[in-house]
């Protein structure tokens, strides 16, 4: 009995010295500062390694790797270290004794130390994963997806199965972290509605909590881009999480969210800014090639004079040193700012000649869009892309890459097309979508035109498979019959052969399945209508009707995209008054409520162009004009033109005093001043005036029929700045009569009426008027139709105002067969200018 007494106080010692042991290796590691001291213990206590010990040195060596920066860390070393090996063995030896949590920790690790052939132990931890999927927490779920989506498993069954679990418990997951992370992995393998789903659940833990961590705002962004989707209500709750943490983003997240916002087509002026004046303030931080490649990126476009040309000559400094990657960066950044620096552009050349076999095939694509926009030199450079491109187009299988392909060969100066091209092409065009066949198309456009002028033998080849791709384009639009696959092709339709062969059918089609538009589509089918420029009185109706019976469920910042279709087009839809008082009432209801929060869903350039296309229709909200004409507005939407790119802030600029010309005009009760007098000078006086020589020919018939060039004016600048072709006086009797001209210093043949102040002092006599001649070219009418658009008709609606009658010529009457011979001319003006009917 004693001596079973002395057995069992040893064993459990023993025991109790074993487990003391274990807590205590464990609690070293734990407290380890370096991967050598952790590669030191394991070393020293191979024989009493459990799983558990395994799983905490794998975690700990890649929180040690995590606290560095990336130059800094030390990846190599560990991989190659003796001792990872240890622990690659003991994870594979003993992963199922594994508890769920240890599995999926020990998975993670492995992948963030980027071990870059996973082996075995990987596929082992996934798999033990898998079996005990149902069990997992949710923050292990969360982590465990990542580790799949990190794996390129995006399709696979394990996230089949992981979808499922969150759509069961998608309720009770109320932690932003969990959920944009199992968002970006499941992202590829849900439906819209559980798409649409997640999107609500995400608005609702974002717009709860004042404290989410940029991080995750991040990965909604990169869940938005994963599906394709501009959802502004996310977009916006995250911007304003960027901006609240501006001051702790670095270049590396700085430049994932431009490049996300670029991609989904979102932008914000206000971070843009913040993020200027941040970077500009520390450029020379950014000294190695991966960091100053992602500020060149994000800086570049919206950089001043100054900043812009230390950012060219640094790159041209660094040219050697970049990789192939941060090479189209820099060059994708250059085609952006239209910068065509030429020593810049010849060492990026330079640089490109020893990268170019290392190329896929769509960065090349890419590469050759940039070179040939900046306008490259380097015919050699372009010999080794046209080798490159033609190789990779023999061995091309999938349509999307050999229209790619052959779009961009056409770009190449002087490219000859070969028939096994032309072959190439004719082998894909049945499974090709609208928008390769469009880009197949131009480019035998353009090849046949070469061939046409150089006297080449393809050119019969070439309209031979341009009528295959017509047949092909009119075949796909037959047989289309989901609207939302449709507007998904012609969003990156354009061009002139679409314009000539497909528009008519694209328009019937879209007529065809009316009944398919929705709330969801509307929007894209805006967009196409917008961009056609064509009036579809059966479509307008249809999206009118489904705005206003679905106004709540649309963003306000989107009813701009509807709206602006209307007033460009000049479309009153059935019910006009109802459709434009819901959708002012939606925009106006939203903006106050903003005003009250000091958040605003439009940024300040957004409500300038939402009240010029209003004014352009007609609709002056009183919210919206005291907002815009407003300095401490006017003060803040200078500040942030200056981030804007130099297109959209000329635009900005010209629409700001359109709609300050129609405020003064049409609402002078609101008592808006006229305060752009010196900008429509400087816009005036830089632009080219080149002699019309129709206003010239009319000007001469229009002299004849007066009696006497002092009768007439050309070319004359109304107050406001309005021109105007041809103006003429008559009085009550139909006379004409006769005034001094007085011409604009500096413009030959300009006449000016400086101010409405002046027409008060050459007052016209009773029952005189002011006559104005406008020709109204192609421009001015929709496509295909004789309907005027609404920058002609609210440009005759302020003439009107300042005291003119309009006489509106367009061009399908001034130039058709009844107005061939100058006999007929005359009269015709002669008609239209005592209108007699």
């Known amino acids: ?209 004042d404290e989410v961590h940029f991080n995750y705002a991040k990965r909604v962004l990169q869940f938005l881009q994963n599906v394709k989707l501009r959802y502004h209500p996310l977009l916006e709750k995250c911007n304003k999480i960027f901006l609240r943490n501006v001051s702790c983003l670095d270049i590396h997240s700085i430049s994932h969210i431009f490049g996300l916002y670029e991609q989904l087509g979102f932008d914000n002026a206000e971070f843009r800014l913040v993020v200027k004046q941040l970077l500009s303030a520390t450029l020379d931080d950014y000294d190695d090639p991966d960091t100053f490649a992602k500020l060149f990126f994000t800086l570049g476009p919206m950089a001043g004079s100054q900043v812009r040309e230390r950012l060219l000559v640094t790159a041209a400094c660094m040219a050697e040193e970049f990789s192939r990657h941060q090479v189209l960066v820099i060059l994708k950044t250059m085609h952006k700012m239209k910068c065509r620096n030429t020593h810049l552009l010849k060492k990026m050349a330079s640089v490109l000649h020893k990268h170019m076999d290392t190329y896929q095939v769509l960065q090349l694509v890419k590469l050759t869009q940039y070179l040939v926009g900046l306008r490259c030199q380097d015919m050699e450079l372009f010999a080794k892309l046209k080798m490159l491109l033609l190789g990779f187009l023999k061995s091309s299988i999938t349509p999307a890459h050999t229209a790619a392909i052959i779009r961009v060969l056409a770009m190449l100066p002087s490219f000859q097309v070969e028939g096994s091209t032309i072959n190439k092409a004719a082998a894909v065009l049945p499974q090709c979508r609208l928008h390769h066949l469009n880009y197949i198309a131009t480019a035998l456009v353009k090849w046949n035109h070469y061939d046409q002028l150089h006297w080449q033998n393809s050119s019969e080849l070439c309209v031979k498979l341009l009528q295959k791709v017509n047949d092909c384009g009119f075949q796909r639009l037959q047989k289309a019959n989901n609207i939302n696959l449709l507007l998904e092709e012609l969003k990156h339709v354009n061009g002139e052969w679409f314009e000539e062969v497909l528009i008519e059918e694209t328009m019937a089609t ?263 001649l406008e020709f109204l070219d192609s421009k001015a009418f929709s496509k295909g139709s004789r309907h005027l658009k609404g920058e002609s008709a609210v440009k005759k609606r302020h003439l009107e105002i300042l005291g003119y009658r309009v006489v509106q010529i367009p061009h399908f009457e001034w130039n058709s067969m009844v107005l061939s011979t100058k006999g007929e001319q005359l009269d015709y003006l002669r008609r239209h200018l005592y209108g007699i009917q």
């Open 1 to 209: 009995m004693l001596c079973l007494r002395q057995v069992c106080l040893f064993t459990l010692r023993h025991c109790q010295a074993r487990t003391l042991s274990s807590d205590l290796l464990l609690s070293l590691i734990n407290s380890c500062t370096h991967e050598d001291e952790v590669f030191s213990l394991v070393r020293r206590n191979k024989a009493r390694l459990s799983e558990k010990h395994g799983g905490i040195a794998l975690n700990m060596l890649w929180q040690l790797q995590k606290k560095r920066p990336l130059l800094l860390r030390t990846g190599n070393y560990i991989r190659n270290h003796s001792q990872f090996l240890t622990l690659w063995v003991l994870a594979e030896n003993k992963v199922e004794h594994m508890e769920d949590e240890a599995i999926v920790d020990t998975l993670y690790s492995i992948l963030r130390l980027n071990v870059e052939d996973y082996g075995s132990p990987a596929e082992l931890l996934v798999t033990e994963a898998w079996k005990r999927l149902e069990r997992l927490s949710l923050p292990a779920l969360s982590k465990f997806a990542l580790c799949l989506y990190k794996q390129h498993r995006h399709l696979s069954p394990v996230i089949g199965e992981v979808a499922g679990i969150v759509d069961t418990k998608l309720d009770s997951i109320q932690d932003i972290r969990i959920l944009s992370v199992l968002m970006i992995s499941i992202s590829d393998v849900i439906s819209q509605s559980f798409r649409d789903r997640l999107l609500h659940k995400a608005g609702q833990l974002m717009e709860g909590s």
């Open 510 to 772: 879209c007529q065809r399945l009316i009944d398919q538009i929705t709330w969801p589509n509307v929007l894209q089918l805006c967009s196409f209508l917008r961009k056609t420029s064509r009036c579809c009185p059966s479509l307008l109706d249809r999206i009118a009707s489904v705005t206003v019976e679905n106004i709540d469920k649309i963003h306000p910042f989107e009813m701009y995209f509807i709206l602006v279709l209307f007033s460009t087009l000049n479309y009153d839809p059935p019910a006009n008054e109802e459709f434009f008082a819901r959708c002012i009432q939606h925009l106006t209801s939203n903006l106050s409520k903003c005003i009250r929060e000091r958040y605003c869903c439009f940024e300040t350039h957004h409500l300038v162009l939402l009240g010029h296309i209003l004014a352009v229709a007609g609709y002056f909200p009183p919210v919206l004009i005291t907002k815009i004409f407003n300095v401490s507005f006017l003060s803040k939407l200078d500040t942030q033109l200056e981030v804007l790119p130099d297109t959209l802030k000329h635009r900005v600029r010209l629409r700001l005093m359109k709609l300050n010309r129609a405020v003064c005009l049409e609402c002078p009760e609101f008592h808006i001043p006229w305060f752009h007098e010196h900008y429509c000078q400087r816009v005036f006086f830089n632009s080219s005036h080149r002699k019309n020589p129709l206003r010239q020919h009319v000007h001469r018939m229009l002299t004849e029929i007066l009696g006497g060039s002092h009768f007439a004016k050309i070319s004359v600048l109304t107050p406001y700045y309005y021109e105007i072709d041809l103006e003429c006086i008559l009085d009550e009797n139909k006379k004409p009569l006769s005034y001094m001209t007085v011409p604009l210093d500096g413009v030959e043949g300009m006449h000016l009426r400086h101010d409405i102040k002046d027409e008060a002092r050459n007052a016209l006599p009773p029952g005189a008027q002011r006559i104005a």
